[in-house]
T-cell receptor, first 112, second 115 residues
Framework: RKEVEQDPGPFNVPEGATVAFNCTYSNSASQSFFWYRQDCRKEPKLLMSVYSSGNEDGRFTAQLNRASQYISLLIRDSKLSDSATYLCVVIRTQTGANNLFFGTGTRLTVIP | NAGVTQTPKFRVLKTGQSMTLLCAQDMNHEYMYWYRQDPGMGLRLIHYSVGEGTTAKGEVPDGYNVSRLKKQNFLLGLESAAPSQTSVYFC??????????????FGEGSRLTVL
């Protein structure tokens, strides 16, 4: 089973819509969680961290459900500029630098 | 502030040729990584380094070698390129702020085609 799994999409939504993505992780020792954004033919960039109590950054809300081992990203009032692939990243509590695990990404297209 | 710089950005190779991808970061980060990204596969870790003079294997190390002779540079080598190594390669760095730090800084990527 993959460490981190995401629905690849694509999600095609109209401007102004609300869209949500989920990401599941397999290892209960996972401690920290993040969402990255990757534009077409560009490098991934950190979008936001995911805190246990949930957190919001403008139109973006991230939530964590440890019992069911998933994190979610909610985008409200979608903009054309939100079109991108969203990558889920999980950090496990293990020694060394090799403790980040990426999902394969969920592709979002916002349609005019 | 350049961040993470990869060279070259594009390269076409013939099967069996060798080449080196260079990654340079000016943020004094301890950790550096090389990933490859293929459609439907996501980012897969090739090799990584926790500091100058150290390297370690990631998920898909076969066919690649790396070196980190200077803290700011992380080189990825292909000794004998194969078509299966056609991919987009991303270098990334990460400060050593504890194991829970999830912010990776990526280079712009290097698109490699092996014919």
């Amino acid at each position: 089973r993959k460490e981190v799994e995401q629905d690849p999409g694509p999600f095609n939504v109209p401007e102004g819509a609300t869209v949500a993505f989920n990401c599941t992780y397999s290892n209960s020792a996972s401690q920290s969680f993040f969402w990255y954004r990757q534009d077409c033919r560009k490098e991934p960039k950190l979008l936001m961290s995911v805190y246990s109590s949930g957190n919001e950054d403008g139109r973006f809300t991230a939530q964590l459900n440890r019992a069911s081992q998933y994190i979610s990203l909610l985008i409200r009032d979608s903009k054309l500029s939100d079109s991108a692939t969203y990558l889920c990243v999980v950090i496990r509590t293990q020694t060394g630098a090799n403790n980040l695990f990426f999902g394969t990404g969920t592709r979002l297209t916002v349609i005019p | 502030n350049a961040g993470v710089t990869q060279t070259p950005k594009f390269r076409v190779l013939k099967t069996g040729q060798s080449m080196t991808l260079l990654c340079a970061q000016d943020m004094n980060h301890e950790y550096m990584y090389w990933y490859r990204q293929d459609p439907g596969m996501g980012l897969r870790l090739i090799h990584y380094s926790v500091g100058e003079g150290t390297t370690a294997k990631g998920e898909v190390p076969d066919g690649y070698n790396v070196s980190r002779l200077k803290k700011q540079n992380f080189l990825l080598g292909l000794e004998s390129a194969a078509p299966s190594q056609t991919s987009v390669y991303f270098c990334a760095s990460r400060p050593d702020r504890g194991r829970q730090n999830g912010e990776l800084f990526f280079g712009e990527g290097s698109r490699l085609t092996v014919l």
